[in-house]
């Protein structure tokens, strides 16, 4: 019985991981939804661009904590770069628009990855600091994934008090449920998608490098990863930060507990879950607008 509920105890460890990866992605990109009303594909592209620009930075400085640092920087600036380019342009285009070009986006990234890395799957070291296992109630479990876990209760936290507690949250919250009215009473809205954008990126960035030491990274990760966020982001609600943690914990906990009790349904679970929950709550289960 004491094997059995290690196993489940480490499984559900494995699904807040897993959760707490999908929280760092989806939270950008549902304020980016909810705030701007644009449909960014390439968000995943970007979490990828993370992963390979920490392996980099790792593999210059010999240090985790330099990619650690360097990563959502650089994401950011590329964000920054992308911002003016083009979203700014496509925010008014309408989202046929908006979905064609950050669609193509995805590609532009694959091969920009291909190009600087190659297609061969590279790996990142965790700090040692964080390296070896942890005995947590006689269950035994990598230390890394905990410090995962930690990244994204603290970013979760962080966001919490500025979102509820300062005048930038409410700023962001007058944005989301009523932009047009926000920028009567003489909020700059356009500096608060702008800023809100750049955040949004600098945590896919984060997202990345801190899943790098545990998955492999590959030019396709973006891809793989960005279908679960999109599902979190229409399940939570957009614009809405409890909307994004309650979706993240529902998909990643559906998706690691399904491979272990019904590994012959797992590809499936999540849609069947986004179903359900469009069937009852067609705008998600926490939408910041009313």
Not at 144 to 168: E, H, K, P
Request: one cysteine or more.
């Amino acid at each position: 019985m004491t094997a059995d509920l290690s196993f489940w105890a480490i499984q559900a460890l494995n699904a807040l991981q897993l959760s707490m990866l999908l929280f760092l992605l989806s939270v950008g990109l549902t304020v980016i939804f909810g705030l701007m009303h644009f449909v960014n594909l390439a968000h995943g592209s970007l979490y990828a661009l993370g992963a390979f620009v920490g392996v980099t930075a790792a593999g210059l400085a010999g240090s985790y904590w330099a990619a650690f640092v360097a990563a959502p920087l650089v994401v950011m600036l590329v964000g920054i770069l992308l911002y003016l380019t083009l979203i700014r342009r496509l925010r008014s285009a309408g989202p046929m628009n908006q979905v064609l070009v950050t669609f193509g986006l995805i590609f532009v990234f694959l091969d920009v990855f291909s190009i600087g890395w190659g297609d061969i799957a590279l790996g990142l070291a965790e700090p040692e600091l964080f390296s070896g296992r942890t005995e947590i109630f006689g269950i035994v479990y990598p230390t890394y994934r905990l410090f995962v876990i930690g990244v994204g209760l603290a970013v979760l936290g962080i966001l919490a008090v500025i979102v509820s507690r300062t005048q930038v949250g409410a700023v962001i919250r007058a944005g989301v449920d009523n932009d047009a009215m926000a920028a009567c009473v003489g909020i700059n809205v356009e500096r608060v998608f702008f800023w809100a954008f750049c955040v949004g990126c600098a945590l896919a960035g984060l997202a990345g490098v801190v899943a790098a030491p545990v998955l492999s990274v590959t030019t396709d990760m973006g891809t793989a990863i960005l279908i679960p966020t999109l599902i979190v982001v229409v399940i939570g609600g957009l614009g809405s930060l409890k909307g994004a943690i309650v979706g993240s914990l529902m998909i990643g906990f559906v998706q690691t507990f399904g491979a272990v009790l019904a590994p012959e349904l797992a590809a499936i679970l999540i849609y069947a879950l986004l179903a359900g929950v469009l069937i009852l709550r067609p705008a998600g289960l926490f939408p910041a607008r009313g």
